[in-house]
């Protein structure tokens, strides 16, 4: 019975990593922080898409356009 316990929280503990390294991922795919229409002001975070701006949703964002580009 104890050793179902520590393979059990054993499994726990590994999962647990294994989530926070998919979702870890998951959030350095968003392209905000390099978007022209990006502000830092955490009032008006985009300027074309406020709501999106920062979340999962920004990860395809049609309208992405990195600074420093020739316009």
């Not at 985009?46 to 309208?63: F, G, Q, R, W, Y």
Request: charged letters at 10%.
């Amino acid at each position: 019975m104890a050793w179902a316990l520590v393979i059990l929280s054993l499994n726990n503990c590994w999962s647990m990593i294994h989530h926070t390294l998919v979702q870890a991922q998951r959030m350095h795919q968003i392209p905000c922080d390099n978007c022209c229409f990006f502000t830092g002001d955490y009032r008006l975070k985009c300027t074309v898409h406020p709501h999106k701006a920062l979340t999962e949703m920004a990860i395809n964002c049609s309208d992405y356009y990195p600074c420093g580009t020739n316009h």
